[in-house]
């Protein structure tokens, strides 16, 4: 949820929080939700955003739904975004290590993985939009729409693209790595790199550590190629700081299979959407 509240000598702040349930839905969910015949699914979706839930969104989802969709796709799902009013959180996906250093140091939950970068220049651009100007007073809800960051986003696709290849670059070499060191060395692999313990306060360095762990296991069957570190970032996010997601069917059974107890998101595919809303709508 966002909303502009009073802040010291006359002027004002965002507020960025979850108000009772948080939902990530990577893309194709959310093309779908916007796209389908369904009309009952799509609405359903709706009045649970407008009825307690929150979207954690990323300037990642953005950059991808802006990506080679056809204008009769891209005004449904503008549709849809609207819809959802200001019930949605800015949620980091890009910077991983500045979440995980955020863990670390004790910072909330809120905090940690707030994209607050994301969050500022989303406002700074909403009012050059509206106004022509960059104004500090309060806002209406309206002014918090989901549709403007399809607006907003082509001068920031650059930026993202660039930061998105670094790390997928990266990912690539660490997995190689751990790979050859596991392949020599079984036991050695299993001292150095131990599976992590569930902890309430670090729960994106649970998800990215056991996850790479897994992709190492996998690393003669599977091999990184361009797009999954994206999914690779999306899925550590949505699952440590969302209580539901909506995954690639690929990385929802890898997010099942890591190291239990834990506190991770319950994860859906695209034919479980209807299960999803169900879901949700129970605790609603």
């Not at 099942?256 to 595919?269: G, Q, V």
Request: aromatic share 12%; proline share 5%.
């Amino acid at each position: 949820m966002l909303e502009t509240v009073a802040g010291g000598q006359g002027g004002t702040r965002i507020n960025a929080y979850v108000n009772r349930i948080s939902i990530y839905l990577d893309n194709f969910a959310i093309i779908s939700i916007a796209t389908t015949r369904d009309v009952d699914l799509r609405r359903r979706f709706v009045s649970i955003f407008q009825n307690g839930a929150d979207l954690m969104f990323s300037p990642t989802n953005a950059a991808e739904l802006l990506g080679p969709q056809s204008p009769t796709t891209i005004l449904p799902i503008r549709n849809f975004l609207d819809a959802i009013g200001p019930h949605w959180f800015p949620l980091e996906t890009v910077k991983l290590l500045d979440v995980m250093k955020a863990e670390d140091e004790g910072e909330s939950a809120g905090k940690a993985c707030l994209s607050e970068w994301f969050l500022n220049q989303y406002f700074a651009a909403g009012n050059i939009w509206r106004y022509g100007e960059q104004r500090s007073g309060l806002v209406e809800p309206d002014f918090f729409r989901l549709s403007l960051v399809l607006d907003w986003l082509p001068g920031q696709r650059e930026r993202m693209r660039v930061l998105g290849a670094d790390f997928e670059s990266s990912l690539r070499t660490q997995i190689m790595r751990m790979r050859k060191l596991y392949e020599r060395d079984k036991r050695g692999f299993q001292r150095l790199f131990p599976r992590l313990k569930w902890q309430d306060n670090k729960p994106a360095t649970f998800v990215y550590y056991s996850l790479l762990w897994q992709l190492v296991m996998e690393a003669r069957a599977f091999q990184i190629k361009q797009g999954d570190g994206h999914d690779f970032f999306h899925s550590v996010m949505a699952s440590a700081y969302s209580q539901f997601a909506a995954l690639d069917k690929h990385w929802k059974r890898r997010i099942e299979m890591l190291p239990k107890p834990n506190r991770l998101a319950t994860i859906y595919y695209e034919p479980q959407l209807n299960d999803l809303a169900t879901a949700v709508e129970a605790i609603l």
